[in-house]
T-cell receptor
Framework: AQSVTQLGSHVSVSEGALVLLRCNYSSSVPPYLFWYVQYPNQGLQLLLKYTTGATLVKGINGFEAEFKKSETSFHLTKPSAHMSDAAEYFCAVTLSGGSYIPTFGRGTSLIVHP | KAGVTQTPRYLIKTRGQQVTLSCSPI?????VSWYQQTPGQGLQFLFEYFSETQRNKGNFPGRFSGRQFSNSRSEMNVSTLELGDSALYLC??????????????FGEGSWLTVV
């Protein structure tokens, strides 16, 4: 079975600072990895996903993530935080050739200070 | 095109009552799944429907049930409501659903408060 761990339930950054949200996964087969964002009172929206190919994935709103198999990680980054990035971020995993129902991490709340 | 639509957005129910939530998927999407989101448990998978058949089920009691209609619209029902059922219920749809790299699209959710 697969699992996802998001380190830090809350991350606080200043506007303009680097954003780093951590995600580690556990799976016995090649994973497919996703980052979703949830703004207040809204559903989840896909930011980016990794399936195969290039390990550095670029998403919407300037976010990107790098799949590192040796570290079983898929951390989300953005060079410069904006106030509008304040939201809940979820990492999720499915399994190539296996379960296509995503397993979600517990989420990380990003707080952006002016 | 229109996204996933969930109704109602907000509702308050009394313990012991039942509730039905509705979800209209994106046009052409045939897979509909439901999730429960709470601060304590995060996002938990309830069940998934495809072509009017439940294809996957999470670890929830039988009080939680669902169905899908021929037009892919889906409903979920919770009977004998408990205080712990208070949550945001999210519906998500995808084209077919069996591709692990498939993107699922979420609705805005239905906020259920049980008092």
């Amino acid at each position: 079975a697969q699992s996802v761990t998001q380190l830090g339930s809350h991350v606080s950054v200043s506007e303009g600072a680097l954003v780093l949200l951590r995600c580690n996964y556990s799976s016995s087969v090649p994973p497919y990895l996703f980052w979703y964002v949830q703004y207040p009172n809204q559903g989840l929206q896909l930011l980016l996903k990794y399936t195969t190919g290039a390990t550095l994935v670029k998403g919407i709103n300037g976010f990107e993530a790098e799949f590192k198999k040796s570290e079983t990680s898929f951390h989300l980054t953005k060079p410069s935080a904006h106030m509008s990035d304040a939201a809940e971020y979820f990492c999720a995993v499915t399994l190539s050739g296996g379960s296509y129902i995503p397993t979600f991490g517990r989420g990380t709340s990003l707080i952006v200070h002016p | 095109k229109a996204g996933v639509t969930q109704t109602p957005r907000y509702l308050i129910k009394t313990r012991g009552q039942q509730v039905t939530l509705s979800c209209s998927p994106i046009s052409g999407h045939r897979s509909v799944s439901w999730y429960q989101q709470t601060p304590g448990q995060g996002l938990q998978f309830l069940f998934e429907y495809f072509s009017e058949t439940q294809r996957n089920k999470g670890n929830f009691p039988g009080r939680f049930s669902g169905r899908q209609f021929s037009n892919s619209r889906s409903e979920m029902n919770v009977s004998t409501l408990e205080l712990g059922d208070s949550a945001l219920y999210l519906c998500a749809s995808s084209l077919v659903g069996t591709d692990s790299g498939n993107t699922i699209y979420f609705g805005e959710g239905s906020w259920l408060t049980v008092v």
